[in-house]
């Protein structure tokens, strides 16, 4: 008897493949109009600075992707899950991966995004796209929101704390070290929306300060974008400043608990300008290790998308 077959749409924002597909990311990005000269060679900078050519970040969503599957297969047997990726600004677009389940024959699917907080500024546009295509081709699928929450993922971001705290301040006591947890900030037009982003941002970092017990810890936003209407802040830089020169704080631990992979937000925003920064005001700077395929994570992963399918 063949295995019950389930399609699994994994998605998440997509960056470039090399340096040469900057500018038609970026283009996406702004709905269709291409960037500035200037905008695209900030861009094609920030990459350079944390690639020197080499472009290992959408290596790390592919990874994350096959682990999946892999952790999927090896807990649910008796099912044949298989994993599609669907990129918000990127190919394989959302529609495309959508389509691929389509032609390979799959009839019922999961849409999970690679973000644990919900917001329909961000995880429920993923989810709109995927539904529209997939009515349009007749695919049934259904939808994990958020999984902010879930026992494995707070252990995975906890262990990464602990382990930071002991092993980049081993003369610090754990006390004297400021806890900062950081996510992506959005158009701060979502806290008139009754969004529950912020809220499930703070839920997650509050069970990893009270499972670590930790006395200094406060949360920033990063990675705003650029654009007229105020975003939700104040942004991490500023934060810096502030708690260093208003509280003497010297011992910093960063922990980007809204994002699950090394990109340009984490590579960029955190190991080069937070640094530089930190440098300049003499603050001791570290990060803790991103999530990647962490077999926590994928655990999480595995289980929030089988309970869904359980639900169905």
């Known amino acids: 008897m063949a295995k019950r077959q ?40 920030r990459y350079e600075a944390i690639v020197g050519g080499f472009f290992p970040l959408r290596k790390n969503t592919d990874d994350q992707v096959t682990a999946l599957q892999e952790t999927l297969r090896s807990h649910y047997p008796e099912i044949e899950f298989v994993c599609y990726q669907g990129l918000k600004h990127a ?12 032609k390979d024959g799959i009839k019922e699917a999961i849409g999970v995004v690679l973000a644990p907080h919900y917001s329909i500024m961000s995880v429920g546009s993923y989810m709109k796209r995927a539904e529209q295509k997939a009515e349009e081709l007749g695919l049934s699928i259904s939808f994990v929101k958020s999984y902010h929450l879930h026992p494995k993922l707070l252990q995975a971001l906890t262990n990464r704390v602990e382990r930071a705290l002991k092993d980049k301040f081993p003369d610090v006591a754990a006390d004297d070290v400021r806890v900062i947890f950081t996510a992506h900030s959005l158009p701060s037009r979502i806290l008139e929306m009754n969004d529950p982003y912020v809220d499930q941002l703070m839920e997650t970092s509050q069970a990893i300060a009270e499972r670590l017990n930790l006395k200094q810890w406060q949360f920033g936003w990063q990675s705003a974008g650029q654009t007229a209407t105020p975003w939700l802040g104040p942004d991490i830089l500023d934060t810096l400043e502030t708690i260093h020169k208003e509280e003497n704080v010297n011992e910093v631990l960063i922990c980007p608990v809204g994002f699950v992979s090394d990109h340009l937000e984490v590579l960029y925003d955190i190991d080069i300008e937070c640094m530089q920064l930190a440098q300049q005001l003499g603050m001791h700077l ?14 999480t992963l595995a289980d929030v998308v089988h309970d869904q399918l359980e639900k169905d």
């Open 286 to 299: 570290e990060r803790t290790e991103s999530l990647n395929v962490d077999p926590l994570y994928m655990e």
């Open 91 to 102: 190919s394989p677009f959302i529609e495309d991966g959508v389509e691929q389940m389509v």
């Open 6 to 45: 389930v399609g699994v749409l994994v998605m998440s924002y997509g960056t470039p493949e090399s340096m040469d597909q900057i500018e038609a990311y970026y283009t996406h990005i702004r709905r269709g109009n291409p960037p500035s000269e200037k905008q695209l060679q900030e861009l094609r900078d």
